[in-house]
Every structure is written in C-alpha cells, then in structure tokens.
C-alpha cells in the first residue's frame, strides 16, 4: 500500500489563526481525503480532494473553513483557518490501499489555544 | 440514529482470551466493510475487510457480517496484550460514493 508522509505531527496554535497540513504520497493516487477526529468521536470526512478540480466538502464543512490544495497526483494541504478550540482534532488524510480499503497518513494532532 | 454504532466498551479480556467486537449499520444496502485497529496516539490502521455474508478469517482475527440483521463483528483469538488499541468499525453506504461511516470505536484491553 502507498505510504503517506503527514506533516506537522502536532501543534499548538493561537486562535484566530490558520494551520496548513500537508500529506505527500509514494505514489500517485487519483483521490485523496481528509478527516477529522475530534476526541472521544469517530472519524468524519471533511472532503475528497482529486488532482485539477476542485475538492468535495461534505455536509458542515465550507472551503473558506478547510481550504485544499491538490496540486498533483501525490501531494495535498488542507489549511484549518480561524482556528477555534473548537477546531482542535486530529486531522488524517488517507487514499485508498492497493486492493481495499483506505490507508492513513500518522495524523495531525491540533490544539488550539 | 448514527450510520455506524459501536459499543465504546472499555471491554477487558485476559491473555489468550477471545474479544468480541460488535458493530451495527444502518443503511441495510452498504455493500464494504472494514475493521481498523488504532493504537493511542496513532492513525488508523486497516486489519480486516468483508463484503458478503458469514466469515472471514485471517490470522488470529475473523470478521464476521450478517447483512440481514445489519451487523459486523470482529473476533480475536488468543488475545495478546499488543492487541489493546481502539478498533473501529467503517461501513461504506449505497450511494455515497467513496465516503466511509465509522463508528466511535470500542477500547480493548488485553490483561497479561
């Protein structure tokens, strides 16, 4: 399965501010995803990100919140902006693995402050 | 009513044991499941996939998917400390493209 590099590990940030998280693949994946798990809950899907268009958000997440930028085949940002505490999570993206299912980078865990 | 439910547990079980591990779907036409297993600290990390009705085995694990009555379990034998993590339960639902439902997962405990 592909191996994804996921980039900060963690970090504490003012609110107000904004945080890009970066996740670079081993191999060029048409899709990409991004997710949030808040503590104590399950993973939610903030959007799919494919290379040249723009990504799909899903119900209660807005592109002005969680901009993404997929500007190739193995490598995506997503960007929290106006942090909030409330926005503090881990934050994972994921492709799919070689025969099924979907592998996940080592997660971006948030706080904010 | 949640897509995906799980008992949150703790569920504690001594060495050698087997854990049983239950998850409930609601959409009666999702078609992949899967089971990750997560470690504290940790991103998730897949162990187990079925797609039709009855067993699978792989190993020490065996999943287990009754879609009449809408439900997916995952059974460990002989249980090894190494095997305490959070495991979590994703379904994939009819119609929804490549979005997957997870549950909120059940911590398992393996008590040397």
């Known amino acids: 399965s592909a191996v994804i590099s996921q980039k900060p590990s963690r970090d504490i940030c003012q609110r107000g501010t904004s945080l890009t998280i970066q996740c670079q693949v081993d191999?060029?994946?048409?899709?990409m995803f991004w997710y949030r798990q808040q503590p104590g809950q399950s993973l939610t899907l903030i959007a799919t990100a494919n290379q040249g268009s723009e990504a799909t958000y899903e119900s209660g997440f807005v592109i002005d919140k969680f901009p993404i930028s997929r500007p190739n085949l193995t490598f995506s940002t997503l960007t929290v902006s106006n942090m909030s505490p409330e926005d503090s999570s881990i934050y994972l993206c994921?492709?799919?693995?070689?025969?099924?299912?979907?592998?996940f980078g080592s997660g971006t865990r948030l706080t904010v402050v | 009513q949640k897509e995906v439910e799980q008992n949150s547990g703790p569920l504690s079980v001594p060495e050698g044991a087997i854990a049983s591990l239950n998850c409930t779907y609601s959409d009666r036409g999702s078609q992949s499941f899967f089971w990750y297993r997560q470690y504290s600290g940790k991103s998730p990390e897949l162990i187990m996939s079925?797609?039709?009705?009855g067993d699978k085995e792989d190993g020490r694990f065996t999943a287990q998917l009754n879609k009449a009555s809408q439900y997916v379990s995952l059974l460990i034998r002989d249980s090894q400390p190494s095997d305490s993590a959070t495991y979590l339960c994703a379904v994939n639902p009819t119609n929804t493209g490549n979005q997957f439902y997870f549950g909120t997962g059940t911590s398992l405990t393996v008590i040397p």
């Open positions: 079925i797609y039709s009705n």
């Open positions: 191999s060029q994946v048409t899709m």
């Open positions: 994921s492709v799919p693995a070689t025969y099924y299912g979907y592998t």
